[in-house]
């Protein structure tokens, strides 16, 4: 039968054969392959490292590897002009302990920490700021977290099992200072302002110093500069001024009020002094609470004319 002009005569299929690199080129990559590795692993003397102005603002003090001591360089800048009795720094070491010098660590936040004697940069910290040895275990200033913690179980539910999380009866407590205090929170605040008379007295005697400096000391050189400062510990101070105020207010007391506005901006100015960042920030936090504390003065019903 006569096929179509358009129609395929089947045949057998043939497969492609595939195209191959050349065994040269495979020889070539392999080399270039061993060169690269051998490049970047083979063993190189040191490379001479030259400090100046060119690769870094600061040229000084250096560590025995030639590197810059940053830490000493940021110190030095800090603690100009400072003096032990222009040092607001000291009286609220005396007032938080040498606790408030450590960073906060992820055990102590989940109450774990077991710390049982003052850690060796702590004493160093003392040591060039002029205080004598401090105890671990001294009346020093309670944070409202810890009090909250100390006597969690006032705070759960009669109808409920088990008692609530203290960050959930610390909220509960913020909450109620920005409007109205029940008379058991107040209760409750009033007894943990007591037993923080002591210390808070310090904080307000350092607030009347200009300057404030706390040396940055480790045990590695401090490499890593954000686990330096007590800037996170600075803001329980703060919140402590805070809730003292808003119960004034509610007291009809806005004379003393406005003074803990006062000493709570100033806490807050003297906290950023440091060089460091976290604790610039936890100046701004303590700021922020002063501004809050002259706000609820400014709109209080009680104001008068004089006062405003």
Known sequence: MAKGAGEMVAGPIVPRKRRRWPRWVWSVLTVLVFAVLA?????????????SPK????????NPDGTVNYVAALNAVASEGVTADNNAAIPIIQAL??????????????????????PPEVEEVLRQLGISSLPLDGRYFVSLDKYVAE??????????????SDGDVVRRI???AA?????????????????????????EEAAHRPRYFVPMVGTQNLLFLLEIGPGERFRAVGRAIYLRSMLRIADGDLEDAWLDSLLANCLGHLCAQQPTLIEHLAGLAVCS??????????????LNERQA
């Open 55 to 62: 690769t870094t603002v600061v040229t000084g003090p250096l």
């Open 179 to 203: 409007g109205t205090i029940s008379p058991r929170i107040g209760a409750f605040l009033l007894e943990w302002l007591r037993i923080n008379g002591a210390p808070l007295a310090l904080i």
């Open 39 to 51: 490049w970047v692993f083979w063993p190189m003397g040191s490379v001479p490292l030259i400090i």
């Open 151 to 164: 006597r969690l179980e006032e705070f759960a539910p009669v109808d409920s099992e088990g008692a609530p």
């Open 289 to 302: 609470l002063a501004h809050d504390i002259g706000c609820r003065i400014a709109t209080d019903p009680s």
């Open 97 to 118: 302990g040498p606790k408030f010098l450590t960073p906060v660590t992820v055990e102590e936040a989940l109450g774990q920490a077991s710390t049982v004697s003052v």
């Open 174 to 176: 913020m909450n109620e």
